[in-house]
């Protein structure tokens, strides 16, 4: 079975042993070539050629030049509607994202063409007045201006009341799954340039879930009967991409959860925020009566600062594989209270290193009137304990899903490796796994809500500080696995 095969099924991932890349990327990826000597693959090309869809989704994994390719389309669409007026438009969620993503392809590809800045395009400013080119603007702030090609506005989707006073003959948005359904509706709406030759809109991104792009091209199409011609998507996975090493695919399996694994690398639309938070979660192989506490090795404590109730995991690794070997519940306690009786249960038998990570929010003063923080209070408590104490919490906190995302890989990466294994002893981290949901209306957030959840998610929470920071996931796949 090939792990495309694999990660697609139900089969147990205890049962799957790899058999080695060679079986996983055998799927055929044939070269495409384009015009101006441009090498696509298959779906690449797919997405490259089309002129008769007026919306078109590249919704594929990470690392299969989704970009690239949108970038490519946008030159080639703009010489193909050379000399008719046509405006379009090059978007992407934020200005940085647009920045430092999109136009730094578009401005690759124009190097690949042989296109000179100056010379051939300007953008952010006004066209040279020997180009001969009638520009549709007084300012150019944002307006990318090709020679013999035309022109088009280029700007983030965040700000989208700015768009409504231009008419596009086509668009392209990059990532466009971290744009707002709204945002989609106006320029969708401008999308009525009397000018093209054929209005078209092209979108590139990974899912997101069920999101409101999954809503458009894939329930509302099939709820309503729309034809291909109208919406249609191109799928493609990061396995297809020959380019990729097998290391750097491991690495990926490594660092993502079962999952992940479905949307970040398949381009499949899953729905990773509802139901069940911690899905990777099984009683019966992660719970390990069996762990073993070594006085040398490095102990970490990992804190939640609610006080009813107050949560602290205890934690050891090797860096590759995470133990946790104890937690402490107290209830209306302050962290003094907190940090005292760790002390007392640790100092007398530790020799090694101590590390403490936690809720950011803990860097904060007490109040008003103390310049003390948890966090100041917790190393004073343990430098007098404990021979070595560094100090690693975060002054900002990582989004949750991000939290959530690193808990489930360490329980289960995409190669089936379970990382994460808990003592019995720790019963509020265990119900924590099992009992916690995502919020059934508000998308990517915890549902804490009735005296029951209230309980829950604050042990969770504090082991997932410190799993985010120490084993991220990460676009490129590659987790850190240090102190």
């Not at 139900?10 to 070539?33: I, L, N, Q």
């Not at 379009?88 to 730094?104: H, I, P, R, W």
């Not at 119900?431 to 949901?437: G, L």
Request: hydrophobic letters at 35%; glycine letters at 8%; charged letters at 20%.
């Amino acid at each position: 079975m090939s792990i495309l095969d694999y990660m697609v099924s139900t089969v147990d991932p205890a049962a799957y042993k790899p058999a080695g890349f060679a079986t996983m990327r055998s799927a055929e990826r044939p070269h495409v070539t384009v015009p101006h000597k441009l090498t696509l693959l298959s779906p690449q090309a797919r997405f490259f050629r089309d002129r008769t869809t007026m919306v078109l989704g590249f919704v594929a994994g990470i690392a299969t030049g989704k970009t690239f390719t949108g970038s490519r389309f946008v030159l080639d669409h703009m010489r193909r509607e050379r000399g008719r007026g046509t405006l379009g438009f090059v978007g992407a969620n934020t200005s940085k994202q647009l920045e430092q993503v999109t136009l730094k392809a578009l401005w690759q590809a124009c190097d690949e063409l042989h296109l000179q800045y100056g010379e051939h395009y300007v953008y952010n400013e006004r066209p040279p007045r020997f180009w001969g080119v009638r520009s549709a603007f007084k300012k150019h702030n944002g307006v990318l201006t090709m020679r013999a090609w035309g022109q088009a506005v280029c700007q983030s989707t965040t700000n989208y009341d700015a768009i409504r006073g231009h008419e596009f003959g086509w668009l392209y948005i990059d990532e466009c799954r971290d744009m707002s359904r709204e945002a989609w509706d106006v320029l969708l709406g401008r999308l009525r340039c009397r000018r093209a030759s054929v209005r078209i809109a092209r979108l590139t991104t990974t899912p997101n879930g069920y999101d409101w792009l999954w809503e458009y091209l894939e329930e509302e199409k099939q709820a309503k009967g729309i034809g291909d011609h109208e919406r249609a998507l191109v799928r493609m996975s990061t396995f297809e991409n020959p380019h990729l090493t097998d290391d750097y695919l491991r690495q990926l399996l490594y660092s993502y959860s079962p999952q992940q694994v479905k949307q970040e690398l398949l381009g499949m639309f899953v729905n990773l925020t509802a139901g069940q938070v911690y899905v990777a979660f099984d009683r019966h192989t992660h719970v390990k009566a069996g762990l073993k506490y070594s006085a040398d090795f490095p102990l970490v404590f990992c804190f939640d600062f609610n006080r009813t109730p107050y949560c602290v995991v205890v934690c050891q690794t090797d860096g590759q594989y995470v133990q946790v070997i104890d937690e402490l519940t107290m209830d209306s306690a302050t962290t003094w209270e907190v940090a005292t009786e760790l002390a007392r249960r640790w100092s007398e038998k530790h020799r090694g290193d101590v590390y403490v990570y936690g809720d950011p929010m803990g860097q904060h003063q007490l109040s008003t009137t103390s310049h003390w923080s948890d966090y100041d209070i917790i190393q004073e408590v343990f430098t007098k304990a404990f021979s070595s104490v560094e100090m690693r919490a975060g002054f900002s906190a990582p989004p949750v899903v991000d939290r959530v995302n690193a808990v489930n890989a360490m329980l289960m990466n995409g190669m089936g490796q379970r990382r994460l294994f808990v003592s019995p002893k720790c019963r509020t981290l265990i119900r924590d796994f099992e009992q916690v949901t995502w919020h059934p209306t508000q998308r990517g957030q915890i549902n804490k809500t009735g005296e029951a959840n209230r309980l829950l998610t604050h042990m969770s929470d504090a082991l997932g500080y410190y799993l985010a920071d120490r084993f991220p996931v990460t676009s490129a796949g590659v987790g850190r696995v240090s102190w």
